[in-house]
């Protein structure tokens, strides 16, 4: 599965949105195997964040001037969150930028594998909990993901997903959308 993972980025070119007036930031969806099946980890934000509060989201978060590239964002934005350091992420590609509608953000996905387990240390003020999700649960068409309906206010994005408690939706579930149809159309669905 690593090896179909790592051909499907190899040959993926992402869309890059260049509009001036978006601010950059990066994200990292990290991938792991547990118990021979593929998961994805998102975490939900605190109350305490200025953007996004307790919504559903990948580690990650704005470019800075230090940064020498988005994925080095992505990278250290995580390890500010979550604790994972970036020399355990084996980044595999990027997915399309995505912009977010209320904050005026351009989001690069940056795809990685990540080791299972790992001693995650959560920043508490930016992160309430860090969330793993079998991709599996995902991936069933006839419950994963609804497109948005205009009666639904509450979730203003093209796609939601519910797992257990949680309703992921917006940009997070834009981009978690185009990683799913990305690993289907290419090699199936995943462990």
């Known amino acids: 599965m690593k090896q179909n993972l790592k051909n499907i980025f190899r040959f993926y070119h992402k869309r890059a949105n260049t509009d001036a007036n978006l601010k950059p930031a990066a994200v990292l969806i990290p991938l792991f195997y547990k118990k021979d099946h593929m998961h994805i980890l998102l975490t939900q934000r605190s109350e305490q964040v200025i953007h996004h509060k307790g919504q ?62 790992y001693p995650f240390k959560p920043n508490y003020n930016e992160i309430k909990q860090i969330i793993s999700i079998p991709l599996s649960e995902l991936t069933n068409e006839i419950h994963s993901h609804q497109p948005y309906s205009d009666s639904d206010k509450q979730y203003p994005s093209n796609y939601r997903y519910h797992y257990r408690e949680h309703v992921i939706w917006g940009v997070t579930a834009r981009i978690l959308n185009q990683l799913i149809d990305l690993l289907e159309l290419r090699s199936g669905a995943p462990g």
């Open 56 to 117: 559903i989201c990948f580690p990650g978060g704005s470019y800075q001037s230090s940064d020498a590239t988005l994925r080095q964002t992505a990278l250290r934005e995580t390890e500010e969150e979550i604790g994972l350091l970036s020399k355990y992420v084996e980044v595999l590609g990027e997915l399309d930028d995505s912009s977010t509608i209320t904050s005026k953000y351009v989001i690069s996905p940056f795809v990685a594998l990540i080791p299972y387990p």
